[in-house]
């Protein structure tokens, strides 16, 4: 395998199909040097906060960390004594502005947006978990910032910086498979409680600052079930099974095929209250042809819908896909998650949430192909913040429009809420196909989910 193309020349490439031009990105405005250490703060500090704190403390100064939690937040200033604790990021941001360079954003999904604007605005680099944002605006709206306040950004999607994603987007862009028809992208996820009541109300815990916890979003009471990990099964706070793991299952079909501004979105689940997501779903895209490729259609599934067996073609297709390098048969087949990609000279199937391993039917053979390898996910930020190329993805580029792809999704899973009986007595709810104006972020006849594209914020809160 030859990986000597430089990044420029695997962005120019890529780029030409997908519609974004990262390679020559925008510079920060005020670059740090090579050697000049980085003074981070971390909003966010428990379950993925924890690593991202870790890696921020790694590759520069950790001068202030931020929860909402007091027990998490003193667990972390034992490990990092010289960083100033806060529960309010808004605090943090306004007493310590000067004094700090770049953040990260390790919240529910509700809070990503607010956070990294205030931050990107003052003119700090962010980096954010995925998925990068609450709403398709504020992914739109967070890469237009990036790009007027010209900071370094990055999304935590790391496979992003996986070898085999990047080899699997190059032979799709060489076009191995031939015209690219269906793309099938599939989850373990939820894996958290979804689809019922609220919980009763409950006294706030002591140690839990609650007002700062809703942030942005409406009031309601404190109950079991929302902090620390299950808030991503309800509207008000995170994006369901799609927004927690479709920006590492889609991302190298994304990379490779240019998934990107689908023109409508249907949905078919469980039905819901609308007020948490559904148990299970299916929601399928459909893509125009762009400048080198035709149209397709992309699938999602989770809640344990899995796609049709028979999509992965022969007992020999089969048998191909489904055994390792290591030549031992997968348990299940497919995996419970997974992406497969079909196209009329075969099948690209990767049973890693990231894309790092992937296996192409009988009869195709991958020629050698040219990527550039990453220096790792995090590296690539703190790069472009010391005068580097922008992070592979970076907002405006790749991030945004990933993010803006995935959360399409739930607009037609809100109106997919009522189910119904069918043939073979279970419950499905079918919601309305969406015509989408991706250029204008309207859902053209579907007026009812304005909502869920833009939120309204709490008094406080803004972009």
């Not at 030859?2 to 670059?31: C, D, H, K, P, Y």
């Not at 990609?341 to 949430?353: A, M, N, Q, T």
């Not at 996910?377 to 472009?384: G, L, M």
Request: aromatic share 10%; charged share 25%.
């Amino acid at each position: 395998m030859l990986n000597r193309t430089n990044r420029r020349e695997f962005l120019q490439t890529t780029a030409a199909g997908i519609g974004f031009f990262v390679a020559a990105g925008v510079q920060a405005a005020e670059s740090r040097s090579p050697n000049e250490r980085i003074a981070m703060a971390s909003i966010g500090i428990d379950g993925k906060g924890d690593s991202d704190s870790a890696d921020a403390a790694r590759h520069g100064d950790l001068v202030a960390i931020c929860d909402v939690d007091d027990k998490k937040l003193d667990a972390a200033a034992k490990k990092y004594p010289k960083a100033k604790k806060f529960n309010d990021f808004r605090k943090m941001l306004e007493t310590m502005g000067k004094s700090i360079d770049a953040v990260t954003v390790s919240t529910p999904d509700h809070t990503h947006a607010v956070a990294a604007a205030m931050a990107m605005k003052m003119g700090k680099h962010a980096f954010v978990q995925k998925p990068l944002t609450h709403t398709i605006y504020e992914a739109r709206r967070l890469g237009e910032i990036a790009r007027e306040m010209k900071v370094a950004t990055q999304m935590g999607n790391q496979g992003t910086a996986e070898s085999g994603l990047r080899r699997a987007a190059a032979l799709l862009r060489k076009g191995i498979l031939g015209r690219v028809t269906e793309v099938h992208v599939w989850t373990n996820r939820p894996i958290w409680p979804q689809g019922g009541p609220r919980p009763a109300p409950k006294p706030v815990p002591a140690e839990l600052h609650w007002d700062e916890w809703l942030g942005p979003a409406p009031e309601r009471p404190y109950g079991d079930g929302y902090h620390p990990f299950a808030w991503r099964g309800w509207w008000d706070f995170g994006t369901g099974a799609l927004g927690d793991m479709a920006c590492h299952t889609v991302n190298m079909p994304f990379m490779g095929l240019g998934l990107r501004d689908p023109v409508s979105v249907q949905a078919r689940c469980s039905g819901h209250n609308k007020d948490s997501y559904p148990k299970w779903s299916v929601i399928e895209f459909e893509f125009p042809a762009n400048d080198w490729r035709p149209g397709l259609k992309f699938v999602w599934y989770d809640g344990g819908e899995l796609p049709p067996r028979e999509l992965f073609g022969s007992e020999e297709d089969q048998k191909k896909l489904f055994t390792g390098r290591s030549g031992r048969k997968d348990k299940d087949t497919p995996k419970r998650s997974g992406c497969l990609v079909i196209g009329e000279k075969g099948k690209l199937y990767s049973p890693d949430d990231y894309a790092a391993e992937f296996r192409l039917s009988a009869g195709i053979e991958a020629p050698e192909v040219e990527f550039p390898e990453s220096p790792g996910h995090f590296v690539e930020w703190v790069r472009a913040i010391k005068g580097g190329p922008q992070a592979m993805s970076n907002f405006p580029d790749y991030a945004g429009p990933l993010t803006e792809t995935i959360l399409l999704g739930n607009l037609a899973v809100w109106t997919a809420d009522k189910a119904e009986k069918t043939a073979d007595g279970s419950m499905v709810a079918v919601g309305k196909k969406i015509e989408w104006d991706a250029k204008n972020l309207v859902a053209k006849n579907a007026p009812e989910v304005a909502h869920i594209i833009k939120t309204e914020y709490r008094k406080g809160y803004s972009l």
